[in-house]
């Protein structure tokens, strides 16, 4: 199957099928927003959503988590993955935001990646889900699915790789919810150890699906 019609057949089930679709962090700002995406890092959206809670209480903003320690962001965020880590990346990022944004997270991709605990996926995310930005921001999920259906070759072998050719072949229009669909579809459907192929659709153009023999579809060991 010739790459453009893959990726026409598998943009035209997600409009179908996720036609609104939105990350499944939850915040109530911009600044919220950049917090829990760094909390993500190699941790589970639900985790995070049960953390951030009491953790935007007490700092609901740049300048409450800029005014205090790690160790005061620690207790709220202990049961996430790194969190010693985690937390000092949070109070210098606040205290970034204060000294040179004002307390406001700038949308300009130069000036996220100067945060600390910012890298390039976290400014994709931050840029598209808050800024409306035409950017794909790749994890493991995206990665994995954009290998497993043929998106990309084996030779796009990085995060950032796999990312320009994704914006390349996908419409501008779509690429803020093109993240989220390959994102959730190898969190629920796509997985890692299992990929579900029994229940996925795009079985016909996935070139996983076709390069296995039949009492190995969906049941195979660890993918990319």
Known sequence: MRK???Y???????????????????????FQLLVAVILSAQCTDKRVNLV????????PDARTMAAVEPEDVLEYISSVSYPNSK?????KMARRLVELHDGEVPSDMNALLELPGVGRKTANVVQSVAFGRATMAVDTHVFRV????????????????VEQVLVKNIPEEDIPRAHHW?????????TSRRPHCERCDLKPICAYYGSTSSTSHGGSGSQP
Not at 53 to 58: G, V
Not at 146 to 161: N, Q
Request: net charge neutral.
């Open 4 to 6: 453009a019609e893959r």
């Open 8 to 30: 026409e057949r598998a943009l035209a089930y997600f409009r179908e099928q996720m036609p609104e679709v939105q990350t499944e962090l939850e915040f109530g700002s911009v």
């Open 52 to 59: 951030t809670p009491a953790l935007f209480r007490r700092f």
């Open 87 to 91: 937390a000092d990346h949070l109070v």
């Open 146 to 161: 954009s290998h497993r259906l043929g998106l990309v070759t084996k030779h796009e072998d990085t995060p950032y790789k």
């Open 182 to 190: 390959l994102l959730l579809h190898g969190r629920y459907v796509c």
